[in-house]
């Protein structure tokens, strides 16, 4: 499986970016999909998450009502709409797979995902 995650860049706070992370060599309308971010000197931390048909998503704390996941199961694309950004949201964001097909719900850990992407730089400038 390929995940290539796209749409990073350079914003000013209070702007808007949406990452967008195609997927191919598996169904993926079977699969969970998530995404981290990882700070420098931080740990990857958890962002935000979406169930197979999309009908449930989840958040970390720090985002809530400022980002959207949303995914395309005839494209094969999981999007991630970033609004009101905030230096602190400085990161490489990765998409993620989940390791096995068909599990319910939305998996919100590290240890849900098998297949990662290359990451894509948000910049956020004061």
């Known amino acids: 499986v390929q995940l290539q995650a796209s749409g990073g860049g350079l914003v000013p706070a209070g702007g808007s970016l949406r990452l967008s992370c195609a997927i191919s060599?598996?169904?993926?309308?079977?699969?969970?999909m998530g995404w981290f971010r990882q700070a420098p000197g931080k740990e990857r931390e958890f962002v935000a998450a979406?169930?197979?048909?999309?009908?449930?998503?989840g958040y970390t704390d720090s985002v809530k009502g400022r980002v959207t996941i949303s995914r395309d199961n005839v494209k094969n694309t999981v999007y991630l709409q970033m609004n009101s950004l905030k230096p602190e949201d400085t990161a490489v964001y990765y998409c993620?797979?989940?390791?096995?097909?068909?599990?319910?719900?939305?998996?919100?850990?590290?240890?849900?995902?098998?297949?990662w992407g290359q990451g894509t730089l948000v910049t956020v400038s004061s």
């Open positions: 060599g598996r169904t993926f309308s079977t699969y969970r």
């Open positions: 979406i169930s197979l048909s999309g009908g449930s998503t």
């Open positions: 993620a797979a989940d390791r096995a097909p068909a599990r319910a719900g939305i998996a919100t850990t590290r240890d849900d995902y098998g297949s």
